[in-house]
């Protein structure tokens, strides 16, 4: 471990080893060396790892980043920018699909796709933001008693439509968000009061692991690559 308690850098381990050797001279043992050479051999083809596959911030992807986390900002500045974050993120990571490939469950054994994830989320939206914090009163998106998981399974409808709607959820969740404070209480409970403060970031930690199931179904689907 170094100093700042994190793992060192192969680059770090090879200066280390120079010094071990210029110091100690003979005394260095074969494995050290061994150890060495193969660092080094590793540190030589990292950055050949992932040549020639696409990244978010190449032309491949047609949604451009928009959303910029500033580091200095007011605790309700920080929270919802992470939310339209990962809300922008996921967008991406649909961005320049063919609709029928947005069905395809492309990393087995999970039945998720990208088209599931976005009635999966714009479901989310309406029932947290809308229904429950909110109270209005609005049918729940893809889901019944007798259906529980029709958002991931039912995928018989358009997929570009499912984006829309997300993002019609979306937009109605930040008009609901800018006429609240952090300290409200949501207007219906779930096992228990909840405020604004609390619900944002529980749909920070719902996008955070949805998108990294987005980041592999879209890796599955061409190979993009990226955040």
Request: hydrophobic content about 35%; some cysteine.
């Amino acid at each position: 471990m170094g100093t700042s308690g994190r793992p060192p850098r192969p680059a770090q381990c090879q200066r280390t080893a120079r010094i071990l050797i210029g110091s100690r001279g003979p005394k260095l043992s074969r494995s050290r060396l061994r150890i060495s050479e193969r660092i080094e051999q590793v540190d030589d083809d990292a950055p050949n790892i992932r040549e020639g596959r696409p990244v978010t911030s190449s032309q491949v992807w047609p949604v451009a980043r928009s959303v910029v986390i500033a580091r200095h900002a007011d605790e309700r500045t920080t929270l919802l920018t992470y939310l339209d974050y990962y809300r922008e993120t996921f967008d991406l990571k649909c961005a320049g699909v063919d609709p029928e490939r947005l069905s395809q469950r492309s990393s087995p054994p999970s039945t998720m796709s990208l088209h599931g994830l976005a009635r999966h989320l714009a479901g989310v939206e309406r029932w947290w933001f809308a229904i429950n914090f909110a109270g209005l009163d609005l049918p729940m998106l893809y889901y019944s008693d007798d259906d529980p998981d029709q958002d991931f399974d039912s995928l018989d409808g358009d997929p570009s439509e499912a984006l829309r709607v997300w993002r019609d959820e979306c937009e109605r969740s930040r008009g609901i968000v800018a006429t609240a404070d952090l300290a409200d209480v949501g207007a219906v409970e779930r096992n228990g009061s909840y405020t604004l403060r609390w619900l944002v970031l529980r749909m920070i930690a719902e996008y955070a692991q949805h998108v990294g199931h987005a980041d592999l179904l879209r890796e599955g689907i061409d190979g993009a690559v990226g955040s």
